[in-house]
Structure formats: C-alpha cells, structure tokens
C-alpha cells in the first residue's frame, strides 16, 4: 500500500535556529502534500500545503520543498521558537477524493 | 479548534460494551473524517462522508461504525467488536475543493 513516513522520530533545536523536518512517500500519484503541526493533547492544525506539480511554497516563517525525483519533501521553519514545540505530520492526498495518508510524525523540541 | 465539538475529551469504558464518540460541527463543511491515534504513531482513517447520508470506510474500519443522518454531526460507535480500542480518537471537518481538514480537540478512550 502506499506509505508517508518521516526520516526522524525526534528533532531537536535550538531557540532562533532554523528546522528541518523531512517526510518520504511512496505514491507518485498524489495530489498534493500538506504539512500539520500537533501540540500535546490537542488535534492536528494545518500549517501548509504544495500541489504536487510545485517544487516550493513559502508560508509565514515556513516553506515546504518538494522533490519528486527522489519522493521527499521537507518543511524547513526558520527562527524556530519555543512555540513550535510540537509533532509534525506530513500526509499525502491523492485522486481518491477526502482521504488523506498521514506519516508517523516528526516530535521538535526547541530549547531555550 | 475552529467549531468542532468532540465530547467528551476522556472516556473510559468496560470491555465488552459499545460507545459512541460525539462529533459536531458548525463549519457548514460538508466533509467529515474519523482518525485514530495511537501513541507516537500518526493517524490512521477510520470511516469518512463527503455528504450526508453516505460514508465510505477508511483504513481501519473494522470494529467501528458510524451514521451520517444530518450535516453537522457524524458519530462514531466503537463496537465490542474493535479489540484494541483503546486510543485517542479525532474528528475533523473539510470544506469542497480543499486540502486542509480541521481537527477536533480529540477524545480520548480508555478501555479495561
């Protein structure tokens, strides 16, 4: 079946430093990519999502890069700040309309 | 949370007896989605509704089932028939055209 998974389980950074979060996916027909951000105890959030046929998309403070040669994409935030303390997913739609296949997620902690 | 009402946020159940978690919604979307979430896992689809009166199942829909009677709620029943069903369940809504689904605060069931 197909398959989202994300590089690393855990990310650590510091404060003012920039993140990268990686996802790797098996399915080249997906239609797009969309990244959500979980803090404890809370349901995911969205923060940004890129259509399959774009390689970049820039959010406020993120940007989303997505290289389909080697099916990976990667959410960089820059100037990480102790509120983005949270698990990310990455997760990937495709033709079958509403169903959406989520990664395992990537946990950032930011020390201070 | 962005209007969506998931009640109650912790339920604890007897093995053996169904339970139904509550899904509400005030977004006027017409699309409606049921995750699990395991520990450090992502989420996993169980059942979703594109519109009323009609479901299709997700992933893991054994053991679950759910109606889709009005546009605003879309309940799920955890049968005795799910044998692990211990986790933390979330709701989330999609409006047409969209990629980004809004999330619930979750519930979280324990089953002894």
């Known amino acids: 079946g197909e398959s989202v998974g994300l590089h690393l389980p855990t990310l650590s950074v510091q404060e003012g430093d920039n993140s990268i979060i990686n996802c790797a996916y098996s399915?080249?027909?997906?239609?797009?990519f969309i990244w959500y951000k979980q803090e404890s105890g809370k349901g995911p959030q969205f923060i940004i999502d890129i259509r399959s046929n774009m390689d970049k998309r820039q959010g406020q403070r993120v940007t989303v890069l997505l290289n389909k040669t080697v099916k990976h994409l990667s959410l960089q935030i820059a100037a990480t700040q102790p509120g983005d303390s949270a698990v990310y997913f990455c997760?990937?739609?495709?033709?079958?309309?509403?169903?959406?296949?989520f990664g395992d997620g990537t946990t950032l902690t930011v020390k201070p | 949370d962005g209007g969506i009402t998931q009640s109650p946020k912790y339920l604890f159940r007897k093995e053996g007896q169904n339970v139904t978690l509550s899904c509400e919604q005030n977004?006027?979307?017409?699309?409606m989605y049921w995750y699990r979430q395991d520990p450090g896992q992502g989420l996993r689809l169980i059942y979703y509704s594109q519109i009323v009166n009609d479901f299709q199942k997700g992933d893991i829909a054994e053991g679950y089932s759910v109606s889709r009677e009005k546009k605003e709620s879309f309940p799920l029943t955890v049968t005795s028939a799910q044998k692990n069903p211990t986790a933390f369940y979330l709701c989330?809504?999609?409006?047409?055209?969209?990629?980004?689904?809004?999330f619930g605060p979750g519930t979280r069931l324990t089953v002894t």
């Open positions: 989330a809504t999609e409006k047409q055209g969209a990629t980004e689904q809004y």
């Open positions: 977004l006027n979307h017409d699309a």
């Open positions: 399915n080249s027909a997906s239609d797009y």
């Open positions: 997760a990937e739609r495709s033709g079958d309309a509403g169903k959406s296949t």
